[in-house]
Each structure stands twice: as structure tokens, then as C-alpha cells.
Nanobody
Framework: QVQLVESGGGLVQPGGSLRLSCAAS????????MGWYRQAPGNQRHLVAT???????NYTDSVKGRFTISRDNAKKTVYLQMNSLKPEDTAVYYC????????WGQGAQVTVSS
């Protein structure tokens, strides 16, 4: 059974940086494209960054040039480096396969505020 544990969230000022991590278990991690999703209050969850099994990455326009997704297959971990953070990046961030499994982790709260 797949398990996903996100970590690294927190409160940061505009322009600051955070690095999120997501440890996966119970899955053949290296075979799958993985992604970071986010859900802001009152909004639906949506995909912001994807990394394929071949390490090709893709980003939604609002985070291009600021966020970087990476993965370590040996550790079954996917990362999201977030730079130049803006208040509109405030959300709960989740990792999951792309397309997503039915199971979701607890997420990591990211709050960007002065």
C-alpha cells in the first residue's frame, strides 16, 4: 500500500525559499512520473510540477523559473525547491503520482506572508 509523507513546509516571507520533501513507500517509485500539487483555501487541488521517470520536468506557468522539482529514486523521495516565493503560493502542498493515486498524504503547509 502506497504511503506518501510530505515535509519541509513553514512560514516564509515574500521572496524567501523553502524546500519540500516527499518520501514514498509501498510502491515501485522509479517507474512513475511524480508531481507536486497544491491546494489553496477555497480552491481545488491542482498540479504545479511534474517529473517523469526519465527526469524530465514540467511546470505550471505560475511557478516556472521559481520552482524546481527533482527526485532521488534510491531514497524514493521527490523534492520541490521553491524560490522567490509569493503570497499567492500559500497553500497545502502534496506529492503524488501523475496521474494521482487515490491515496493522499497529509500535505505540507506553506504560508508566504510578511
Amino acid at each position: 500500500q502506497v504511503q506518501l509523507v510530505e515535509s519541509g513546509g513553514g512560514l516564509v516571507q515574500p521572496g524567501g525559499s523553502l524546500r519540500l520533501s516527499c518520501a514514498a513507500s509501498g510502491t515501485n517509485f522509479r517507474l512513475y512520473a511524480m508531481g507536486w500539487y497544491r491546494q489553496a483555501p477555497g480552491n481545488q487541488r491542482h498540479l504545479v510540477a511534474t517529473i517523469t521517470s526519465l527526469n524530465r520536468s514540467n511546470y505550471t506557468d505560475s511557478v516556472k523559473g521559481r520552482f524546481t522539482i527533482s527526485r532521488d529514486n534510491a531514497k524514493k523521495t521527490v523534492y520541490l525547491q521553491m524560490n522567490s516565493l509569493k503570497p499567492e503560493d500559500t497553500a497545502v502542498y502534496y506529492c503524488n503520482r501523475v496521474p494521482a493515486w487515490d491515496y493522499w498524504g497529509q500535505g505540507a503547509q506553506v504560508t508566504v506572508s510578511s
